[in-house]
């Protein structure tokens, strides 16, 4: 699911001020200028600053300028950046003939001065480690342009960068697409892209409304192929909750799948211990017997004393009184 700005804003417009100012007329093409900026910096050429983002060090290229206007953290980071500071030495003194130089010279020294220009206005190439690249370069597209397409994959990321970077609308915005875009085919991705921002104040309220959703919705998370890629301690977090409305039988195969898709991605690791990591989050109890037995005991993966435990527990409860029909 894709959420975009509201294009409203974008369309050419007249405003005709007729009671005020009869002649007078007002023409609006932000659309227009919201492609032209959006050309702007995809031109390397035409901007003044290279981020290097993540890991990767992928470039993304801006316009110092418009940042700046948009962001007063980025005005603090481009303009406001602290120097050293250097004490100030005398100007050596010009004997005549080197001022006698230095005046025929003039033009010539003139041309050289002005290849030399100010740091503020030299291009600039700074690193970027807090956010990934398609996070980053879609902030930097909005900032440019007002315009972004939003989407679950990055939408955790440039909610906490909108944040960090003191763009409040954007921010709403993206809380406001996660009320709508929470849903079977999302809810992990967005837990995946929980891991790299946990830091954030923002992924809390996230993450917290999207297990909500998965305690509702257990089984069918639980069943979702894209539960596998989650991390370990989301696998942990989920499996752990009393609110979680799923079947034990489903959480048991859930966390065998998800050890199998570590298991190949690690040659090295023996499923039985990935999967020993789960079992305590596992209420063996509540499966029936002829599952266990069945489906459970042949992959040997369940030590035989849980199995046997949970087996004892339903016949104990089988044969309480209050298990058992009265006769009168």
Same mark, same amino acid.
């Given at each position: *699911? ?11 417009? !007249?405003?005709? *001020? ?11 093409? +932000? ?32 316009? +110092? ?21 250097? +004490? ?53 597209? !909005? ?15 440039? *909610? ?37 921002? @946990? ?9 917290? +409304? ?44 859930a966390a065998l799948m998800w050890g199998k898709k570590y298991c190949d991605s690690n040659p090295n690791t023996n499923l039985k211990d990935v999967i020993g990591n789960f079992l305590e989050y596992i209420q063996f109890h509540k499966i029936p017997a ?36 009265? @006769?009168?």
């Open positions: *699911m894709l959420f975009q700005m509201p294009q409203s804003l974008l369309l050419p417009t !007249y405003n005709m *001020m007729a009671e005020a100012e009869p002649d007078l007329s007002t023409f609006e093409n +932000k659309s227009g200028l919201a492609e032209d900026m959006k050309f702007l910096a995809s031109m390397p050429e035409l901007c003044d600053v290279t981020f290097l983002v993540g890991d990767t060090r992928e470039p993304v290229c801006a316009v +110092k300028a418009v940042l700046a206007a948009r962001s007063r953290v980025f005005h603090k980071m481009l303009y406001q950046a602290p120097s050293p500071q250097r +004490k100030k030495e005398p100007p050596p003194r010009e004997n005549k003939l080197r001022i006698f130089l230095k005046r025929s010279s003039e033009p010539l020294l003139n041309l050289q001065n002005s290849s030399q220009q100010p740091q503020s206005q030299q291009h600039q190439t700074l690193i970027i480690e807090e956010f990934e690249p398609d996070v980053f370069r879609q902030l930097i597209e !909005y900032i440019h342009t007002g315009c972004v397409t939003l989407q679950p994959r990055t939408l955790l990321g440039v *909610m906490n960068a909108a944040d960090y970077y003191g763009l409040d609308e954007l921010r709403r915005a993206c809380a406001g697409f996660v009320q709508c875009c929470i849903n079977v085919d999302t809810v992990c991705a967005l837990l995946a892209s929980a891991e790299r921002y @946990i830091q954030y104040k923002c992924t809390k309220s996230l993450v917290q +409304k999207v297990l909500e959703f998965v305690d509702e919705h257990g089984n069918e998370v639980l069943n979702l192929g894209s539960f596998t890629l989650l991390p370990q301690h989301v696998v942990r977090l989920i499996l752990v909750r009393d609110e979680l409305q799923a079947d034990e039988f489903t959480k048991f195969q002829n599952v266990l037995m069945r489906e459970i005991h042949p992959l040997g993966l369940v030590p035989y004393s849980i199995i046997m435990n949970a087996l004892a527990y339903q016949t104990r409860q089988a044969s309480t009184p209050e298990s058992c029909p009265r @006769i009168e």
